[in-house]
């Protein structure tokens, strides 16, 4: 992790920037040559949702259609400063995509383990860039597993342990408040595999915090599919790390992560925040699907599970319908065209 920062106050902003490096004096260090396409300023929109308003994060407007961007743009960019020409990197897609496609920008080689059963549309998307993809069998913790055995030979660049991927996770907490009118919501809603997201909004609040550019932090809660909710089951434990469970495979993927490996932080960060987490299933993760885009918001499973969660929070009274809440799309519906199509009865089932 990176030493606590004072944070980016407002006049600190670059506003002639339309990325996140508009947050560039939010940073640990000074970038030369940023490697960017625009990344950030996604929308945020209103929308009715279970009775309630709440605002959709899109951000699958990023350049490679997921958030991974934001995290890939700060980690790429440092490691070309440093030095680093070949990478290596494990993801269940989305991280993969948005690493092949900055290590492509920057001129840098990269090598991408994903677990075999990715969606189609993922790694062809990571070859397109020129990235060298291998498809690891098994589960998704095999892939990080087979990683980290050939982190031996090649620069392990991982988004789930480089602390720089953090500082580009971090900027989506000064986006929203920047999108607020300089102000925090009251509620933070995020679909949860590895918790970068969480943790990104974590140090961007607290920074936002630090620096009094707000008084509070927003309440962030932890969205994960039932099938496989190591975070949720360590939260409802009391735990502080984690607690090991039984998985299953589930329609989203991109949370599928047994073995979170900072999982003691992320639970942290929720209590820090006083929020929690929520466990959804497979039914309600795919009722949400079709219920978004039937607002014209057409998202991968794994993004729908936190407006699922939403339902469920809201139902508990844990959230209050006139509460400024923020769900976090993370990821293009385009991204699981075969999952979806599925879903809607237009293609056979396949094996997961």
């Known amino acids: 992790m990176i030493t606590p920062l004072p944070g980016c106050t407002r006049d600190m902003i670059a506003s002639d920037q339309r990325s996140l490096w508009r947050y560039a004096a939010a940073f640990p260090l000074t970038v030369e040559d940023p490697v960017t396409m625009g990344e950030g300023c996604t929308p945020l929109v209103a929308r ?6 709440a605002l959709f994060k899109l951000e699958w407007f990023a350049p490679t259609g997921s958030f991974k961007d934001r995290g890939a743009s700060v980690m790429v960019s440092v490691l070309r400063q440093q030095g680093v020409r070949h990478l290596l990197e494990d993801s269940s897609g989305n991280g993969g995509a948005a690493i092949a496609a900055y290590a492509a920008a920057a001129g840098i080689k990269a090598r991408i383990l994903v677990p075999s059963y990715t969606q189609p549309a993922k790694t062809v998307q990571m070859r397109a860039y020129g990235a060298d993809v291998e498809l690891v069998p098994g589960t998704r913790q095999d892939t990080a597993d087979e990683a980290e055995r050939q982190a031996a030979s090649i620069f392990y660049a991982s988004h789930n342990w480089q602390a720089f991927f953090l500082q580009g996770t971090k900027t989506l907490a000064y986006e929203l408040w920047e999108d607020l009118g ?14 970068s997201n969480v943790l990104g909004c974590d140090i961007g609040f607290d920074e936002l915090l630090r ?19 190591p975070i949720h089951a360590s939260f409802t434990a009391g735990a502080d790390d984690l607690v090991p ?6 329609i989203a993927e991109g949370t599928a992560i047994a073995k979170p490996i900072r999982t003691g932080a992320v639970l942290a960060a929720l209590r820090r925040s006083a929020g929690g987490t929520v466990a959804v299933t497979e039914d309600e993760i795919s009722a949400a699907v079709m219920a978004l885009a039937a607002l014209g918001l057409y998202v991968e499973p794994t993004s729908a599970a936190a407006a699922a969660g939403l339902a469920r929070l809201l139902d508990q009274s844990v959230i209050k319908p ?3 809440t923020v ?10 065209t075969q999952r979806l199509g599925e879903l809607m009865g237009l293609f056979p089932p396949t094996a997961s």
């Open 211 to 229: 620096s009094g550019e707000i008084k509070r932090r927003p309440r962030l809660f932890a969205v994960q599919p039932a099938n496989c909710a």
């Open 182 to 195: 300089f102000a925090a919501p009251d509620n933070v809603i995020i679909p949860t595999g590895a918790g």
């Open 48 to 53: 009715r949702w279970h009775g309630a308003s």
């Open 245 to 250: 469970v039984q998985t299953h495979p589930t």
């Open 322 to 324: 006139d509460e400024k």
């Open 327 to 336: 769900v976090v799309l993370t990821g293009a519906g385009l991204k699981a």
